[in-house]
């Protein structure tokens, strides 16, 4: 792309992500536009989930906005976070990029570009990174007016731009805080959460078996979607009854649920991690089918995911009968695929996920490694999953410290001896802002 020497206009580019564009934006464009004619690299959201959160505009509507500010030569779609492909496609005779890579952990990917650069004899001009206007938290401050609508399309896209959609269980609002703040080395931190029967009946004091109904559930979950923006997923048992379904339906989408998974059992509900499944019995694909289709005819936004989810493997049955649940699940709406199981390793959700891959009716794949946690997400990537879910894991860390802490002010007649074992009055105090 880069022009024959003689020619007048240089080549510079510039990769932005634009999620809101403020001064720091056009400061830094106004500065590599004098270096001669500005590509703008828009990265894309699979560009940006690689170091950073899923933006909240989406591509076409930064794209837009982009487009409209002057003295712009073209803007491109960037794909990749690492910008090989690009640059060496691109060939620019300047590259600017502000100096905040210089220290947060897209540091090796500069080194990288630094190496290409060479290789294609262009100019780094890195101006200075202001932090007050270029960091500044647009997200936080505009989380109290984030719509339900934005929350329930970002499941389906994340699951569009990312490798693995990361999905953590949360019981009220604080566990839905832990999740919606947390970061692992600044970039790594949860896509959403899921509302779990079992947890959601634990914290009731009930058994997972539906005596907490979906009206209570659901005033629970107001609360946590109330103080978070992240997407949800609702475990909604077997959907109930086929005449309800729209209307849960609609009160979930209407809360701004991204999806709702249901599962192929009649009668009695019995948790699917019992060892003794006697009493579980399998919907027959044909009713199951017309509840998944009930169920994608009530949305409102197609947006929101109806995710069908199999039980042939906790109920002993084959890899043939879960084969063909899949594939007329498929058919009959289902957006994706949960496939269950309580096995202590993943062999037989990866044996599923083999065969259903090769299927016309394939359709992303979702697992629940509560009896399997060996299992890494690089494994689940590798086997063609794309929704991982954490099921249960925050009340089963809270609860044993509970136990322990009131074990202890009955033994010691006093609280003390726990004092340094839990989080301080002062951090307690702060916690919520
Ligand atoms: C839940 O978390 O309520 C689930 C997953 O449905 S499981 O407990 O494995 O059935
Ligand atoms: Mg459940």
């Given at each position: 792309m880069r022009k024959k020497s003689g020619s007048k206009k240089k080549i510079v580019y510039l990769a932005l992500a634009v999620d809101f564009l403020h001064s720091g934006h056009l400061r830094i464009?106004?500065?590599?536009?004098?270096?001669?004619?500005?590509?703008?690299?828009?990265m894309s959201d699979k560009a940006i989930t690689e170091y950073k959160r899923l933006p909240l505009l989406s591509f076409n509507e930064r794209k837009k906005i982009i487009e409209n500010l002057s003295g712009i030569h073209k803007v491109?779609?960037?794909?990749?976070?690492?910008?090989?492909?690009?640059?060496?496609?691109?060939?620019?005779?300047?590259?600017?990029?502000?100096?905040?890579?210089?220290?947060?952990n897209r540091k090796k990917i500069r080194k990288q570009v630094i190496n290409i650069l060479k290789k294609i004899n262009c100019k780094l001009i890195e101006p200075e990174y202001k932090k007050k206007i270029d960091n500044y938290d647009f997200r936080s401050k505009l989380g109290e007016y984030f719509s339900p609508d934005v929350r329930v399309s970002n499941l389906r896209r994340a699951i569009n731009s990312k490798n693995i959609v990361r999905i953590l269980e949360s019981h009220n609002s604080l566990t839905g805080l832990i999740i919606e703040n947390l970061k692992h080395n600044e970039r790594e931190e949860f896509d959403g959460m899921w509302s779990s029967s079992l947890t959601?009946?634990?914290?009731?004091?009930?058994?997972?078996?539906?005596?907490?109904?979906?009206?209570?559930?659901?005033?629970?979950?107001?609360?946590?979607?109330?103080?978070?923006?992240?997407?949800?997923?609702?475990?909604?048992?077997?959907?109930?009854?086929?005449?309800?379904?729209?209307?849960?339906v609609k009160t979930l989408e209407r809360l701004g649920v991204s999806a709702m998974i249901i599962e192929d059992k009649v009668g009695l509900k019995q948790n699917s991690l019992f060892s003794d499944q006697n009493r579980s019995f399998q919907d027959s694909i044909k009713s199951f089918s017309n509840k998944l289709r009930a169920a994608s005819q009530a949305r409102r936004s197609k947006d929101f995911m109806v995710i069908a989810r199999i039980e042939s493997f906790i109920l002993g049955k084959g890899l043939n009968d879960a084969m063909k649940r899949a594939e007329a699940y498929s058919k009959a709406g289902a957006d994706a695929i949960l496939i269950h199981s309580k096995e202590n390793t993943p062999s037989e959700i990866f044996s599923f996920a083999k065969k259903f891959s090769e299927s016309k009716y394939f359709k992303p794949l979702v697992c629940v490694p509560s009896t399997y946690s060996k299992v890494s997400e690089k494994q689940l990537i590798k086997n063609n999953f794309k929704i991982v879910i954490y099921a249960n894991h925050m009340i089963r860390s809270a609860y044993p410290s509970m136990v322990k802490t009131a074990k202890s002010i009955l033994k010691f007649k006093r609280s003390y001896e726990q004092e340094k074992k839990m989080t301080s009055i002062k951090n307690v105090i702060s916690l919520v802002k």
């Open positions: 464009i106004k500065l590599a536009k004098k270096y001669g004619n500005l590509i703008i690299g828009l491109i779609k960037q794909d990749d976070a690492d910008y090989t492909k690009t640059l060496k496609k691109i060939r620019p005779n300047y590259f600017v990029h502000g100096s905040d890579w210089k220290y947060d959601d009946s634990l914290t009731r004091g009930k058994p997972d078996n539906q005596s907490v109904d979906f009206s209570t559930r659901i005033s629970g979950l107001n609360e946590m979607l109330d103080v978070t923006t992240k997407p949800l997923i609702f475990d909604a048992d077997n959907g109930g009854r086929i005449e309800h379904i729209h209307f849960t």
